[in-house]
Structures are given as C-alpha cells and as structure tokens.
C-alpha cells in the first residue's frame, strides 16, 4: 500500500509569514508524529498523535508551532510568524499503534526555507 | 533522559569493505532500538530492528545485535557497496513515558568509493 505522504515537498517562505505542512498517513496507522531535522543534525521529535489527540505538546519548539488532525488521517503542522531557525526538514511519520515496539514509518519530508 | 550516541562521520570506504557504525545508547529499562537509513534524496526508511537483549536485526546484508550489558547497537556489513552510500541513524524508543516517540543519534554519513 501508499506509504506516509507529505506535502508540499519544499517551501520557501519570507521570515514572518504563516506555513501549513501537511501530512498523509498510512492508512490503519492510529499513530502519528512529526519530527523536525535541521541541517547536518538527528531528528527532533516534536509531538505526537493517537487518533486526533496531541497529549503532549511538549516538543513544540515555541507556541508559534501548532499540530491537530482529523480523526485517523490527515495531520498539518502550522508554523506562525517563521523566523530563519524554522529552516528544516520536517518530517513525519506513522505507526499501527503507539508503544516502543510499533515501528514509525516515515514521509519523504518537507524541507522548509525561511528567508 | 534517554539518548543515543553513534560514532561521527563522515565514514569513507572502498567497496567490499567491512563496516562498522557504531551505535551506543543510554535509555530506562529495556528500549527498542533501530537503525534507519536515508538515501541520497529519499526518506528516512527501517533499516532493521531488534526489541530485547541479544535480539539481532538484520537486513540487506547489515546486522545489528542488541548488547544490554554494553548498552550498544552496532551496525555492521561484511562487503559494502557503492549504492549503501546513505546517511544512518541509529535510535531507540523506551517503554514509559518516552515510549511515544524516536531518540535519534546525529546520524553518519557513509560514501562508498568504487
């Protein structure tokens, strides 16, 4: 079957401007999460979801930084205001079930440019 | 809190060499632990994986073998070649609170020479 998508797959943006990225699961995957990885770095988890709840929303960098999803689908992370050190890769990934014994599987990414 | 740290790159061999990236990890009780790759303009894809001591992932000719009393995971290839060019990640997912998401190491970038 399809894997995880996203889109767009690249954006460029001028600093202050809002960003929406989005996010299509596998279907039957419950969870979802997002992940940011800036250049030359490991990846940053950010949040999580379990169905369309986000329990924790601890790993938001800022509260520029927002997440919701519609049922078990379609996920979009909205950047407000991006400042430069928003440039990244984001990624997403999806998973059956959560619980460190689901494997994530993960987005090709959106690699987003702030001018 | 938990984290992952693998040996830093960039990792440069000839074809059919042995490969060693090395993997270590500090994590409460007894986490699951992957090695993911992402190819040159492509996604970050499972490699293999292995979720209790002395389990041993493998895929593609690379293996990995949880070690709890060293607290590693190294990954391993017997004969590389040009197209395992990538960069690798090692992480861990741990039961309890950090169970819902990835740690992830830096990353080690690995070229293949013919």
């Known amino acids: 079957g399809a894997g995880v998508s996203q889109s767009p797959s690249n954006k460029v943006t001028e600093k202050g401007k809002d960003v929406e990225l989005r996010c299509d699961p596998i279907s039957g995957h419950t969870a979802l999460y997002w992940y940011r990885q800036r250049l030359g770095q490991g990846l940053e988890f950010l949040i999580y979801f379990q169905g369309n709840s986000a329990p924790d929303k601890s790993g938001l960098p800022s509260d520029r930084f927002s997440a919701e999803r519609t049922g078990e689908s379609v996920s979009t992370l909205t950047i407000q205001r991006t400042q430069q050190e928003d440039s990244a890769v984001y990624l997403c990934?999806?998973?059956?079930?959560?619980?460190?014994?689901?494997?994530?599987?993960f987005g090709p990414g959106t690699r987003l440019t702030v001018l | 809190g938990d984290s992952v740290t693998q040996m830093e790159g960039p990792v440069t061999l000839s074809e059919e060499a042995f490969l060693t990236i090395n993997c270590t990890y500090t994590?409460?009780?007894?986490?699951?632990l992957f090695w993911y790759v992402q190819y040159p303009g492509e996604g970050l894809q499972l490699l293999l994986k292995a979720t209790k001591a002395d389990d041993k992932g493998s895929n593609k000719g690379f293996e990995a073998t949880y070690r709890k009393e060293t607290t590693s995971f190294h990954l391993e290839k017997g004969s590389v070649q040009v197209s395992d060019s990538a960069v690798y990640f090692c992480?861990?997912?741990?039961?309890?609170?950090?169970?819902?998401?990835?740690?992830f190491g830096q990353g080690t970038r690995l070229t293949i020479n013919p």
């Open positions: 992480a861990l997912s741990a039961p309890g609170e950090g169970a819902q998401k990835l740690v």
């Open positions: 994590a409460t009780g007894y986490p699951s």
């Open positions: 990934a999806s998973s059956l079930g959560l619980g460190f014994l689901n494997t994530q599987y």
